[in-house]
């Protein structure tokens, strides 16, 4: 059975100290952050999400419901929950526009379905299964159906990608709403031309529509075009066990977040694959579940154990913010890149999600 026990199976100068709370032992910032808001969210947050502008926040819960907030004033905007009697964690949350430019939410559910809503009217407009097909209850015990983990979406918005529990990685179109691939190792046991385990996150190419990548526990980074089935190379390491792999298309490099206290966060050549960095003396005590880059000269990272969320300049790989303090990991994160909110970060501890400003 899904839930966030599958997670978890697997500074440099700063120039001020805030806390966010009043009360002792709670969660403090600290360098370059500002504390924004604490968004309460009921349930025990698995993904958050801001859209392209960050005007909205979308965030998923372990039971099902997905919250839309106003990062601007912390109000919760809607709830959007299926009629499905089985409620399981969201996995994925993705922005899109529809043809007409109006603003979509596509949902990934530990159930193997994907969803597609429109917020504002609280719709779920249609709805895609995995090819093992959707949960049952009875199988819950049994825990003998696919689970989608992970969920991305390619740069025109007409494609989305889906990485499961059983090492496939589904590739739909999204204006047709049909399977167009899966993509899996072959049955060759000597080749690695796929996952071999759970695929925790995968991401397509910001610039490049049939390019994307994948990782999870089997400890690679797999390399796919859409046009074949089997990866086409492959970079040996990373241990990955949530949204924690992004591509910095400017600079070709990939970041990577691994579950583990060494070699935890990692920056790879997109061409070559070799390593850059490592990025572990700042996040040494963290286990990392979730990473991203922010703009050209940072990177944002949470993760268990230390239960802190770092943000890391590119350039001299230290520590210039964090939020730390908090009582339970930090499980997914999500950064607003454009506009005049940009620098926004989310973080999800719990059943909380803080939103951070880093803007200079």
Known sequence: MFNLVCFSSCLGKQKSTTTIMSEQNQPTVEGDLRFHSELKCGQDVTRCEFNK????????????????????????????????????????????????????????????????????????????????????????????????????????????????????????????????????????RTIMDGHRSRVFAVTFHPERETEFISAGWDNTIQFWDSRQEQAIRRIGGPHVCGDALHIDASKRQILSGSWRTHDSLEVWDYGSGRKVCDVSQ?????????????????????????????????????????????????HSTSVCASGKRSGLIAGSSGSSVYILDHRN
Request: proline fraction near 4%; charged fraction near 15%; hydrophobic fraction near 35%.
């Open 53 to 188: 502008d960050g005007s909205l926040l979308a965030v998923g819960l372990s039971d099902g419901a997905i919250k839309v907030y106003s990062p601007d004033t912390g109000d919760h905007i809607l709830t959007l929950k299926d009629s499905s009697r089985l409620r399981m964690p969201i996995t994925g949350l993705r922005f899109i526009s529809s043809s007409d430019s109006h603003c979509l939410l596509l949902a990934a559910y530990a159930t193997g379905s994907v969803r597609c809503w429109y917020p504002w009217g609280g719709d779920c407009l249609w709805n895609l299964k995995e090819a093992s097909g959707l949960w049952d209850p009875a199988d819950v015990e049994k825990g003998s159906k696919l689970e989608t983990l992970c969920l991305a979406v390619s740069p025109s918005g007409e494609r989305a990608a889906t990485g499961c529990s059983n090492s496939t990685v589904h590739l739909y179109d999204l204006r047709t709403h049909q399977s167009i691939l899966t993509c899996k190792a072959s049955s060759c």
């Open 282 to 330: 700042p996040v040494q005590d963290s286990k990392i579940y979730s990473c991203h880059w922010l703009g050209e000269d940072h990177m944002v990272a949470g993760g268990c154990q230390a239960n802190t969320l770092y943000v890391i300049s590119r350039h001299s790989l230290q520590t210039v913010g964090q939020l730390w303090g908090l009582d339970s990991p930090v």
